[in-house]
């Protein structure tokens, strides 16, 4: 008994209507190949060009002058004041050398932002936690007009209140001290702390803290073993973007420290005298400043990034 196979023709077939346009992986559709692109494609071609060359820029002008200010700390006096840009030079550590040698030691600087930044910032963490814990779990009449009001003092100009903190610290003996310096940066870092970590904890579902109570923690037990880990990225954020503040700042240094305070920014501001600038030493000094916080940065990137973005899109 014989059956009848029908050959599969080779001719390909035909695409339907609905095979007309394929995806093209990011969400539009893309004609096939020898067809024009849609408008829409185009478009959308061209929005991702512009955005990647605005991030070149935007990516160059950030890293030239820190690449820059890497190499000069590392040229003599002649390479560093040299008309014509030298790119190729003999390197040399005669710079940070002599930040740390004779009158010029660098160290007790370097210790003084250390303690001031690090414990302004650990304050602020930990004061701004609780408060803002507790600003955002209260249901009150004009909350949002407390939580501007706490922001709004850190967006004074430090001209603003340096006189009045100048007058209560050399009442209370703080000038020139480590602890008042501790204090001058918590009165800017903690507002912000509060508010920064407010919006944390207002991301937290306030069910899981109810349902530790219902199992027997106390209001802290909750807080301390629920709460906190769950905002682990905020408090990091928190710390960093405080830290960076402290280290960097001038403003309150010059007019609160003295002697026994002084710190990074105050010592490379003594490199520029009447008698000239010390390019080489301060370019060494300014890679001293930026490096330690981009290693920071650098270190906790993970926390940092999803402790910026936390609460970017809300249902609210």
């Not at 059956?3 to 007309?20: H, Y």
């Not at 290693?295 to 402790?307: D, F, H, Q």
């Amino acid at each position: 008994m014989s059956t009848s196979m029908t050959p599969r023709s080779s001719v390909p077939r035909q695409a339907g209507p609905d095979q007309a346009v394929r995806g093209n992986g990011h969400g539009i559709l893309a004609a096939p190949p020898g067809m024009p692109q849609s408008p829409l494609e185009e478009s959308s071609r061209r929005s991702r060009w512009v955005v990647g060359i605005l991030l070149a820029v935007a990516l160059l002008w950030t890293l030239v002058p820190l690449l820059w200010m890497l190499l000069s700390s590392f040229k003599n006096r002649t390479d560093v004041t040299s008309a014509t840009p030298q790119v190729l030079f003999a390197p040399t550590l005669d710079n940070y050398r002599n930040l740390f040698t004779g009158s010029n030691n660098l160290g007790p600087y370097i210790w003084h932002s250390v303690l001031a930044a690090g414990i302004s910032a650990l304050l602020a963490v930990c004061l701004g936690a609780l408060a803002g814990y507790g600003l955002a779990r209260t249901q009150m009449r004009g909350k949002k007009h407390l939580a501007f009001w706490i922001i709004s003092t850190r967006m004074a100009p430090i001209a603003a209140v340096v006189v009045p903190l100048f007058l209560i610290f050399r009442g209370l003996g703080l000038i020139d001290s480590i602890p008042g310096l501790v204090l001058a940066y918590l009165t800017f870092n903690l507002p912000f702390a509060i508010w920064l970590m407010s919006a944390f904890f207002a991301e937290v579902p306030a069910s899981l803290e109810e349902s530790a109570l219902v199992a027997g923690c106390t209001r802290w037990q909750a807080f301390r073993t629920v709460i906190l880990p769950l905002t682990k990225s905020g408090l990091v954020t928190t710390f960093v973007l405080c830290l960076v503040f402290a280290w960097n700042d001038y403003a309150f240094a010059v007019v609160f420290s003295g002697p026994n305070s002084q710190t990074l920014p105050i010592a490379a501001s003594q490199l520029v005298t009447q008698t000239g600038i010390d390019w080489g030493q301060l370019t060494a000094i300014g890679t001293i400043v930026v490096v330690p916080m981009m290693l920071a940065g650098l270190a906790v990137r993970r926390w940092l990034v999803t402790g910026l973005t936390l609460g970017a899109v809300t249902g609210e």
